[in-house]
């Protein structure tokens, strides 16, 4: 259902690997509701091509970027600007990746080399991005940006990892330059914690099948899909949505306020 609610709206989004990526989605909801957009990824998850794909269909550019390399984001940064003809109204961050998580590091037991690269890829992307954007002066006032986060950053999910701590930083940060930008340029910055969702990086997870059943049944409307976070992005990037910011909003079917479940419950009075 097609209602406009982006038209006339410049964007870039991030995260875009194929067609399981909740980025993906966004992009084709925010095409659907008349937004025009770059689409971004990093290098090396061009290679599998499939990308392309995404920009035929939506009519969009790729430009490739590592969300690490601060000049590979500025130059993304004025490239879309160039290609989109004036300044961004939405930026979706949705990019996560952890090299412990990857090679199965117990949490006690991180490498900090990769740790650092958790934090770096998964959270400073975030607020690299924001710099370059509040830095070129590259965003219209009441502009939207949203990152994407899960609820391990408020509480422990064993098999998260360092992707918990990654979170927490990337939460903290879409607060502070929430505050610096909305005083400077009436932007927004918010992050929407989203249900378990399957794609690459939540596959990568470990024990995700057994994870994904369990907050289904913890949460009072079942796990939101990835369509439905789509949905939430696009309102977010609306102007009906115009003085949230410096939140974290949860996308999560209720789960996050759920002590337990009926269904969840009865388990345990068998003996
Ligand atoms: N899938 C879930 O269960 C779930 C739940 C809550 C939040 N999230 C978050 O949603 C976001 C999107 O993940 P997804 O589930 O769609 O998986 P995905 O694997 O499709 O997307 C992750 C993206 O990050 C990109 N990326 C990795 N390193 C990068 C770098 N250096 N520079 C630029 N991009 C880089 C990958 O290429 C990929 O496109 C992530 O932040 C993830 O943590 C996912």
Redesign the pocket.
Known sequence: MANNLLKGKRGII?????D?????KVAERAHEEGAVFVL???P??MRMGEINNLATKTNSQVIP????NVEEIDHLVAQSMEILGGKIDFVL?????SPNVRKGKHYTESNYGYYNQTMD??AM?LHKTLASLYKQDAMNEWGSVV????IAAQRIFPDYND?ADA?SLLESIARSFGYHYGIKKKVRVNTI??????????QGIKGFKEFINFSEQMSPLGNAS?LACADYCVSMFSDLTRYVTMQNLFHDGGFSNTGVTQGVIERFGEE
């Open positions: 991030f995260g875009a690997l194929n399981q990526s909740i980025a993906w971004t990824n990093a090396i998850a970027a590592d969300a690490t961050h949705s990019i996560g990746m890829v998964s992307s990152a994407l986060s899960y992707m979170k914690s989203q249900s378990p969702t399957v794609t690459t990086a939540g990835g």
